[in-house]
C-alpha cells in the first residue's frame, strides 16, 4: 500500500540535482598535486559545455548523436503485449469485471492517492470511467493481465506520446494487491520498455507527486534517472503538486535490458516465488 511519505532533505536535494557535469581541474594539472587523476582533485572547477562532450564522443543521453535521417517513431499500436507473466492487453469491456475488484480492494484509498482519479464508488461509475478510457489513442490503457490466472489485477497507460521526437511516458499505473511487490509487475514494466524502445522512441519517462516516496523508490529501482522537480507543476485533487521526473533512454535500456531479462528468468525465483537474486540497476 502507497503512503504518503514526505521525502527528506537529502532525496530531496537529489532530485533537485540531475545534472551532472565532467568537470577540469585546471589548478591540478598545472600543479600534479593529485596524480592520480580517478580521485576527484579539489579546486576551481570548470564546467565542459555540451559541444565539448560530444567532440569527445561522449554520447549525450548514451544514445545516438548524429540523428540527420531521424524520421520520428510510430504511434504504439493497440495491441497485446505477451510476456511470460503477464500480458498488456488494451483495455476493454472483458476487464472490467476483475478490474473493477482489484481497484476496490482493500487499500484503494492508498492506490489512488496520487492517481488523478479517485476511486470508483461502484460498479456502475468504474464502467462509465472504462467506457470512455478504453477509445482513448493517449492516453493508451493497459490492463495487466495474470497471465496464469486471465484476471486483470491493474492497468497502466502510455501516455503523452511525442512521436516526432520520440518520448513517450508510462503513467496512470494502478497495480492491485495481487501484482504489488511480485515479479508481475516487473514484467509489466519491463514489457512497456521493450515494446517502447523496439519501436524506436528514444526515451521513456515516469513522472510523479514528488511526494509520492512510493514512486519514486520505484522509478529508481526500475533504472529511471532522476531530472529534477517541477514546482507547483499541476493542481490535482484541490491541492498543489509538485512534479518530479525521471527518465530512460534508448542508451540505458542496452544496458538495463538483459539485466531485467536476468532477473525475470524463472530460474532467478525459487519454489515460494521469491527472488533469489534482487533487481540492480
Known sequence: AMRAICPSVSQKRSLMSPL?????????????????PRRPPRGVFTLRPRRALLAAGIKDGGGRVDLADWTGAPRPPRAAIAGRYVRLEPLGPDHAGTLYEAS??????????????????????????????AVSADPLVFAVVDAATGRAEGRQALMRID????????????????????????????LTARHVFDLGYRRLEWKCNALNAPSIRAATRFGFRPEGVFRQHMVVKGASRDTAWFAMTDGDWARLRPIYEAWLDPANFDAAGSQRVPLEV
Open 20 to 36: 551532472r557535469f565532467q568537470a577540469v581541474n585546471h589548478a591540478a594539472q598545472r600543479k600534479s598535486m593529485h596524480p592520480d
Open 104 to 133: 476496490t480492494a482493500p487499500g484503494q484509498e492508498d492506490r489512488f492517492r496520487w492517481l488523478f482519479e479517485t476511486p470508483p464508488a461502484d460498479r456502475a461509475e468504474f464502467d462509465a470511467w472504462l467506457a470512455q478510457v
Open 163 to 190: 512521436t516526432a521526437h520520440g518520448v513517450i511516458e508510462i503513467g496512470g499505473i494502478m497495480w492491485g494487491p495481487a501484482l504489488q511487490r511480485t515479479r508481475m509487475a516487473t514484467e509489466a514494466l519491463y
